[in-house]
Structure formats: C-alpha cells, structure tokens
C-alpha cells in the first residue's frame, strides 16, 4: 500500500532508532529526538517498537491512505482527524482506505509520531532507516517529506494491536527539569559558575533545532581562557561557547567539537530534550552515573509494565 503526503507539515522526516557505530565517519545518530514516544507508538500498532515512523515536528502533515491501514500517534499532544472524526492520540486507529488523516498542530510539545502497522519500507543505510538531514541520505530520499510524495508500508501480516492503561502516561510528563551527570571539561568551571549553571532557568532559542538546543540564560564561563582540543561529543551533551550560553548537542550533532562541556543530559531524559519547543524554560539536576543508570533501568521497567493484559 501506498500514502500519499497532501500537506508536509512543519518538518516532517521518517526516524527509528538511529545509526550507531559510525562517529569516527562523521556520521551522527539521527533517529527519534523522543526516542520513547517513537517506541510506544510502534508498540500500540504491533510493530518492532523500533520499526520506522514519520516524525513530525510542530505540525503536523496531511496524508491520504489508499488501503485500510491501523495507525498510533504518541508524542506531543495534536489535535489530529481522521476525515471529519477526531483521531485519539496513543490509541490504534483503522483507517479506512480513501481517508485523510490530518495531523494538527503539537500542543504541549515538540514532537509527535506516527507508527502504521508494518513499518514505513525505506531503504536502510548503515543500518537505519532514519533521516540525515545533513547528510542527504536515510529515510524518504535524504530529506523532509513534501507534497506529493508516496510512502510505502511494509507488506505485513496483520499484527496484535495493543492498549495503554488508564493514566499510564502521565509519569512522563515533563517537568522543565533535565538530569544531568558531569561533563568531561566540569574541571574547567569553578564551583559557583557550576553552581549557577544547575540554578539557572534557560530558556530555549528560537535557533535550536535537531543538531542542538541553543539556551539562553545567565552567561557562565570557564576560570580562564583556554582551547581544548578537539574531542568526541556525546549525545546530550552541554557545551559553552565562548558566549557563555549553553548549548545541548542532540541527535544531529556534530560528532566532535572545540568547546567544553559542563555537563551531560543523562539518557532517561533524552525524551525530554525532543519535545522542548522555542521559549520553553529549562533547568539541571545534577545525577550520580549510578543514579543515572537507575534511573534509564526504571524507565524501561516502566514501558513493559504500561500496557493492558
């Protein structure tokens, strides 16, 4: 079956997992900026949770089904129509063959995703299917979708939908609040610039996007001037330019980098970092990697135990 895009939406993308194994290429993960949502949208429609899904960024994208086709949304809250009928979000829907799906605005974040059943068929490249924007390959052809395009579904059996329990979500909801664990140039910063960096409400610049989340904020700086050599950034990572605004690197990073990073989002709350928008305001926590460890083990005790028998 075929899905035809009427309308693209804001930044509309195909993402899994990402692509692993490739930074000494250059090469960034990609994949889902909110990893968790992008799984629970796979798991509501019988997918392997990591199989391909349109990612969609603000707003969301117009799409006409030319076969029945069950579908979930998980992610940002939107206000989505199947025709003329409301479409329910983090549920599987049928939708019928000639329908309209459109995908409203995102309301209380970034990001939504769009899981159908059998996975969107893309062609894999170094092991993903997800999109580099940058580097013009993965997912539809390289890039974001556009009108016109015609996206194909993998030819499946029907699969075993699934069903949420009542308020299962709600221990996700994100709460401005980032974990963090230290950064490899932490050294670099006295205690009280580290200090009024966790004290500090940032808020996110309108010059943020999938590569990084550009803050703004009180200024903070290093004891003395100093140039590092480059190095290896990881994901999450918090890095001061010489402006002293923090910037978090994500999932279309560059894979090196010249300034030090303070600090370092931890895992559990990537999801967190995906659906913060423009304006949003943001502080830090600083974890223990023990706690940090926990704290991912405890979110994925928590996705298995999220579903009805």
């Known amino acids: 079956m075929t899905i ?21 290429l250059g090469i960034s993960p ?29 707003l969301g994208a117009t799409l006409e089904f030319d076969e029945p086709a069950v579908v979930a949304i998980s992610g940002a809250s939107c206000d989505s129509k199947v025709d003329s009928n409301t479409f329910p979000m983090s549920s599987a829907v049928e939708v019928p063959r000639g329908s309209v799906l459109q995908c409203g605005a995102a309301t209380d974040g970034a990001r939504y995703y769009l899981a159908i059943q059998g996975g969107f068929d893309v062609p894999t490249v170094m092991g993903s299917a997800s999109t580099d924007i940058r580097g013009r390959f993965g997912g539809f052809e390289g890039r974001r979708l556009q009108s016109g395009d015609l996206l194909r579904v993998r030819g499946l059996e029907r699969a075993r939908t699934r069903r949420l329990r009542g308020g299962a979500l709600e221990s996700i909801r994100r709460s401005g609040i980032l974990r963090v664990t230290t950064g490899g140039q932490r050294g670099w ?43 290896g950034t990881p994901l999450g990572a918090i890095q001061v330019p010489q402006d002293g605004q923090p910037i978090i690197l994500f999932v279309d990073q560059q894979t090196t980098g010249g300034y030090p990073k303070i600090a370092n989002v931890i895992t559990a709350d990537a ?17 223990s990697i023990p706690e940090a460890i ?11 135990e999220i579903w009805e028998d």
């Open 4 to 24: 035809r895009v009427v309308k693209p939406g804001l930044f509309t993308t195909v993402q899994d997992r990402g692509r692993f194994g490739y930074v000494h």
């Open 30 to 58: 990609a994949g889902a900026a909110d990893l968790l949502s992008l799984r629970i949208a796979n798991l509501l429609v019988g997918n392997d949770e990591y199989a391909p899904t349109l990612e969609m960024t603000l």
């Open 189 to 231: 910063f006295s205690d009280d610039t580290y200090e009024k960096f966790l004290a500090t409400s940032y808020v996110v610049s309108e010059q943020s996007d999938r590569a990084g989340l550009r803050l703004k904020g009180g200024a903070i700086s290093t004891r003395e001037p100093r140039q590092l050599l480059t190095d």
């Open 271 to 287: 999801y967190c970092v995906g659906q913060l928008r423009p304006r949003d305001a943001v502080r830090f926590t600083e974890v």
């Open 294 to 304: 926990a704290a991912l083990c405890d979110q994925e005790h928590w996705l298995k």
